[in-house]
């Protein structure tokens, strides 16, 4: 867009546009120049992100990762993953050392006003869950007067705690962690009661525990605990590379896109136009995007649509064992919905 400045204020408002311009094309635009999509993910949490022996990284975090370096490079595996601890998992993405954290802490107006952030999308809703021993016999959280509850620091479990229990008028002990191995470690050493975390994330710490079945998560649903891609304020066509991507796992989900056959429905063009808008075989998406026309094909095609990336990697069949309850397709009773592709 051509634009004359004139002098005095105009012409500092004519800078000030051209800095937002470039900085709003930056994250994108380093990504492509250096080959490799950095990418912040949850250290060590079964089921989320995890890594063996031979350095092979796999997870739901892990997954979005690749589908966002195939989406963006061609190649999911053209990704540098960053384990970040739970007490301080934002400040690699302040600070540029990764471009993207696959699925920040709890969102809330902290994250997003405070700390010049954004969530890209809701990739998990989730609530606080209390991680007890089965021995107490506890079955609700209103049942814990008086307990000592261990949580990592520099979350936001503690603030929704303080909200949670003034209002049931419940008195609390915080024992506060530095990270997850320090929570893990108070709390089966018996100095806390019990261990508040999103639940989901509990599910994945209660599976590395010797004996799972002696530990119970309970939780009544009045924490809504929404997590997902989070990226630096202020980049939004980056902010819509990452948004669009997990759109089109959930798109593809919706539309029976899978892993198996998404390569040959781009082959084939459909009689569904969301279905060609969405794989490129019509329409301009993958250019309004700045991004090659099959860029949806290669982001399904790296680990499959959100459906199956949940089930193979959290799903009731797994360690992890969580239902998709909130998470499935809103046709399904979820809360879930791919925004159109149009």
Request: charged share 20%; aromatic share 8%.
């Amino acid at each position: 867009m051509q634009q004359t400045c004139v002098i005095g204020a105009a012409l500092a408002s004519c800078l000030a546009a051209g800095t937002a311009l470039a900085q709003d094309d930056a994250t994108l635009a380093a990504v492509e120049a250096r080959g490799v999509l950095a990418c912040g993910v949850n250290a060590g949490l079964a089921g989320f992100a995890t890594v063996d022996s031979n350095g092979v990284w796999s997870g739901f975090e892990v997954e979005f990762c690749r589908a966002l370096a195939a989406a963006i490079l061609g190649d999911p595996a053209l990704v540098d993953f960053h384990a970040l601890p739970a007490d301080g998992r934002y400040r690699e993405l302040v600070s540029d050392d990764v471009d993207v954290i696959a699925r920040g802490g709890a969102w809330s107006i902290g994250p997003d006003v405070r700390r010049g952030l954004d969530l890209a999308a809701v990739s998990y809703f989730d609530q606080t869950g209390f991680l007890l021993p089965v021995e107490l016999g506890v079955s609700s959280p209103k049942e814990l007067d008086g307990a000592r509850i261990c949580l990592v620091d520099d979350m936001a479990t503690g603030p929704a705690l303080d909200d949670y229990f003034h209002a049931a008028g419940i008195a609390w002990q915080p024992v506060a962690a530095t990270g997850d191995s320090e929570a893990r470690s108070l709390y089966l050493a018996g100095d806390c009661d019990a261990y508040a975390r999103p639940a989901a994330e509990l599910s994945a710490v209660r599976a590395t525990f010797e004996t799972p079945l002696a530990h119970v998560i309970v939780s009544d649903g009045s924490s809504r605990v929404p997590s997902g891609p989070v990226v630096r304020e202020g980049d939004d066509s980056w902010a819509n590379v990452v948004r669009w991507t997990f759109n089109a796992l959930l798109a593809g989900e919706e539309l029976g896109i899978t892993s198996a056959n998404v390569r040959e429905m781009a082959a084939t063009p459909s009689s569904n136009p969301e279905v060609n808008r969405l794989l490129g075989t019509e329409g301009e998406i993958g250019a309004m995007l700045g991004l090659p026309q099959d860029w949806a094909v290669d982001a399904l095609a790296a680990g499959g649509n959100y459906g199956e990336i949940f089930e193979r990697n959290i799903g009731e069949n797994t360690p992890i064992g969580l239902a998709r309850g909130l998470n499935a397709l809103w046709a399904k009773g979820g809360l879930q919905y791919a925004a159109p592709f149009r």
